[in-house]
């Protein structure tokens, strides 16, 4: 089975940087996203690492440690538009032969002035 | 471009009553996916698709759900007859296989998803 942790919730104030991080215990593991999902809308594809190590994207990184089935998403200089839920999910691959993402329940962070 | 598009956007519906929710998945991806999501549970997977042939359907939650993909470009989530338990939000989602450095990515995109409440 797949299990995935991540904070319930996160605040910040504006310009900070804040780390949300992920732990997993799964099988087939074959990769790690990280999706935005603002409050009444869908999820939005923000990260993936597949091997181990940081990957940066503008404000945003993501790093992986697939020893200690940890990773973490870094953003920096936050904007009030950053409020919203982060999900956590990690692909691996069934039975089937397919892969599938089985998502965390998401860290809401909140972005204060 | 045209993102993966969903309908209804809302419904709202009595227990014991027919549900139909409608997907387009982007224009050339070959898998497709439908999800429900509520607070308690977060966004759980229920059944996938691969080039229109059903793969896993092992988290339907009940008979009462089934789902088809007649061609490559729709595919419908029923509930029949609806609880007011199965009221959440239900997501379509689809991919490609795509390739990064060597390494393939399968990257989810979402639709808009439809809010379901049974009264």
């Known amino acids: 089975g797949q299990n995935i942790d991540q904070p319930t919730e996160m605040t910040a104030t504006e310009g900070a940087i804040v780390q949300i991080n992920c732990t997993y215990q799964t099988s087939g593991f074959n990769g790690l996203f990280w999706y935005q999902q603002h409050a009444g809308e869908a999820p939005t594809f923000l990260s993936y690492n597949v091997l181990d190590g940081l990957e940066e994207k503008g404000r945003f990184s993501s790093f992986l440690s697939r020893s200690k089935g940890y990773s973490y998403l870094l953003l920096k200089e936050l904007q009030m538009k950053d409020s919203a839920s982060y999900l956590c999910a990690v692909r691996s691959f069934g039975n089937s032969g397919y892969s599938t993402l089985t998502f965390g329940k998401g860290t809401m962070l909140l972005v204060s002035p | ?119």
């Not at chain 2, 009940?62 to 609806?82: C, G, H, V, Y």
Request: proline share 8%; hydrophobic share 35%; charged share 20%.
């Open chain 2, 1 to 119: 471009d045209a993102g993966v598009i969903q309908s209804p956007r809302h419904e709202v519906t009595e227990m014991g009553q027919e549900v139909t929710l409608r997907c387009k998945p982007i224009s050339g991806h070959n898998s497709l996916f439908w999800y429900r999501q509520t607070m308690m549970r977060g966004l759980e997977l229920l059944i996938y698709f691969n080039n229109n042939v059903p793969i896993d359907d092992s988290g339907m939650p009940e008979d009462r759900f089934s789902a088809k993909m007649p061609n490559a470009s729709f595919s419908t989530l029923k509930i029949q007859p609806s609880e007011p338990r199965d009221s959440a939000v239900y997501f379509c989602a689809s991919s490609f296989p795509g390739l990064a450095g060597g390494i393939s990515t399968d990257t989810q995109y979402f639709g808009p998803g439809t809010r379901l409440t049974v009264l």
